[in-house]
């Protein structure tokens, strides 16, 4: 297997080009999961206080640095900030929290989940607190600016507790606002991310300042069917995509490789996951071979500007997104 490449991020740090997305796994597996992750040679792992299993993440990576697979600064561990700690005194207590609950010192990244402030729920009142205030229907919204947020992140930098700072969810419109404002640029964007949403101008703006990507939800519709959304059920299966397959089957890999390549192939890091030590090693090696130019236009042009991950598509309303 080729090692995982690294990308250069515009602070100078090195971040994978592929890992492990803790979005979804469970808590009563996911120190192992996590583990088993850094066994098979993943070392970056995305998680965030909204998915609720950071304490099991932190147990995961510390079972393995005491079985000497790995020292702390072999791995690159991204966090992000919810909605309701947006306020900016509350940004570098929550961080504390996270880290304590990881049982590490910093995190290599972190990020702005989405470009959404809410009323400040205390982490003892509950957590994670999700999107609603009363913790089943009210959403209510927060008086942070996103400057404001920012600005607490620029400290969260310079302080140590984060070794590079960045984005995810914002459009590109957010991006030309923050950099109007912003001292310190985000050194990444996260992003939903797969051949039914290629974002194109979005990352053509990213590049353009050098901004590195970070794709989530690579496989499209099928992240999102245990979620029991319509859109995805309705949608169909990238895996099963006939294109798809006989571009995997010519290249001798699966479904899956083909799509975490395509993104890969374009400077795009993925961080796909999966239960399975056969598919952890694939989606590990996904950078190992290429993907002709014209199969790359041809997976691009499946384009439908379908974008999963929007609250409304739970049934949330909270209309941030088109």
């Not at 929290?97 to 995190?107: E, N």
């Not at 400057?147 to 957010?174: P, Q």
């Not at 999102?224 to 319509?230: R, T």
């Not at 499946?302 to 941030?320: D, M, Q, S, T, W």
Request: negative net charge; contains cysteine; charged residues 20%.
């Amino acid at each position: 297997m080729a090692p995982t490449p690294y990308i250069t991020l515009n602070d100078g740090n090195k971040m994978p080009q592929v890992g492990f997305g803790l979005w979804k796994v469970d808590n009563a597996t996911c120190a192992d999961q996590v583990y088993n992750a850094i066994k098979a040679g993943y070392r970056l792992f995305d998680g965030a206080c909204d998915y609720g299993n950071e304490v099991e993440c932190g147990e995961g990576v510390a079972r393995a640095i005491k079985e000497g697979l790995v020292k702390r600064e072999d791995l690159f561990i991204v966090s992000k900030l919810w909605n309701s700690f947006h306020d900016p005194e509350q940004v570098e207590p929550i961080v504390k929290k996270q880290l304590a609950d990881w049982a590490v010192d910093y995190f290599d990244l972190y990020l702005i989940h989405f470009p959404v402030s809410l009323k400040y729920v205390a982490p003892e009142t509950r957590y994670p607190p999700g999107w609603y205030y009363d913790g089943e229907s009210q959403l209510v919204h927060g008086k942070a600016s996103l400057e404001s947020t920012w600005k607490a992140f620029e400290k969260l930098k310079e302080s140590g507790l984060a070794k590079s700072v960045g984005v995810s969810n914002y459009t590109g419109a957010l991006l030309l606002d923050l950099f109007t404002y912003a001292t310190i640029k985000p050194a990444t964007l996260q992003i939903e991310h797969h051949p039914y949403f290629t974002q194109e101008p979005l990352i053509a703006l990213c590049k353009e300042n050098g901004i590195a990507v970070t794709a989530y939800s690579s496989m499209g519709p099928t992240s999102f069917l245990e979620c029991d959304m319509k859109l995805a059920a309705d949608t169909p299966i990238l895996l099963q995509h006939e294109l798809i397959k006989s571009i995997g089957a010519k290249h001798g890999k699966t479904p899956a490789q083909v799509l975490l390549r395509w993104s890969t192939q374009r400077g795009i890091s993925v961080i796909p996951k999966s239960n399975s030590p056969e598919r952890l090693a694939e989606n590990l090696n996904v950078t190992s071979f290429d993907l002709g130019e014209e199969e790359i236009k041809e997976i691009s042009d499946l384009n439908k500007n379908l974008k999963f991950n929007a609250p409304v598509n739970y049934g949330i309303p909270c209309y941030v997104f088109p």
